[in-house]
T-cell receptor
């Protein structure tokens, strides 16, 4: 079956712009989480959605937002981009209630570079 | 405040030997722990998990040990293979779908 699909794979944006990243979870998975990976901070949790509702949120500024659609696809948006937002953004999905035991499946990520 | 710590940034092991990757945590509310492996330009791949009601879980060549009193867990890979060379992350959860990751340990398995 198809894995977690993230688009685009690479993106270059200018400071001050905004960006939208997309994630299509594995079919049947309704929980979608987003993470930011940077060399200095490792993987940091952004937010998690289930059935179009944000259930958990990490410690990121309000410039980072997300949403989930009725088909479980999710998008995250970063407004007023800063150089420090350059990172690999990863999306993960799981079936309800079993992610901790059987793991969350990650996509290959979107590499965002802010110049 | 790093709640999950992997103090060894790198580890080098000979093929066939045991690889031991360590992870420490500070939050006593964590009650589920996961290990992931990551190759460059790919997303992390789930390896194994353990709940706090257990002290050991194994799956093939991978075994995770949990010492709750020491707030320490370790991943053992036996025998190590060259294909195991990757960055390994431990992660913890307080029963929500929010994972707190360590900063990773780069494992290199040489022939």
């Amino acid at each position: 079956k198809a894995g977690v699909t993230q688009t685009p794979r690479y993106l270059i944006k200018t400071r001050g712009q905004q960006v939208t990243l997309s994630c299509s979870p594995i079919s049947g998975h309704r929980s979608v989480s987003w993470y930011q990976q940077t060399p200095g901070q490792g993987l940091q949790f952004l937010f998690e959605y289930f059935s179009e509702t944000q259930r958990n949120k990490g410690n990121f500024p309000g410039r980072f937002s997300g949403r989930q659609f009725s088909n479980s696809r999710s998008e995250m948006n970063v407004s007023t981009l800063e150089l420090g937002d350059s990172a690999l953004y990863l999306c993960a999905s799981s079936l309800q209630g079993v992610g901790l035991r059987y793991g969350y499946t990650f996509g290959s990520g979107t590499r965002l570079t802010v110049v | 405040d790093q709640q999950v710590k992997q103090n060894s940034p790198s580890l080098s092991v000979q093929e066939g030997r045991i690889s031991i990757l360590n992870c420490d945590y500070t939050n006593s509310m964590f009650d589920y722990f996961l290990w992931y492996k990551k190759y460059p330009a790919e997303g992390p791949t789930f390896l194994i998990s353990i709940s706090s009601i257990k002290d050991k879980n194994e799956d093939g060549r991978f075994t995770v040990f949990l010492n709750k009193s020491a707030k320490h867990l370790s991943l053992h890979i036996v025998p190590s293979q060259p294909g195991d060379s990757a960055v390994y992350f431990c992660a913890a959860s307080d029963r929500t779908d929010k994972l707190i990751f360590g900063t990773g340990t780069r494992l290199q398995v040489f022939p």
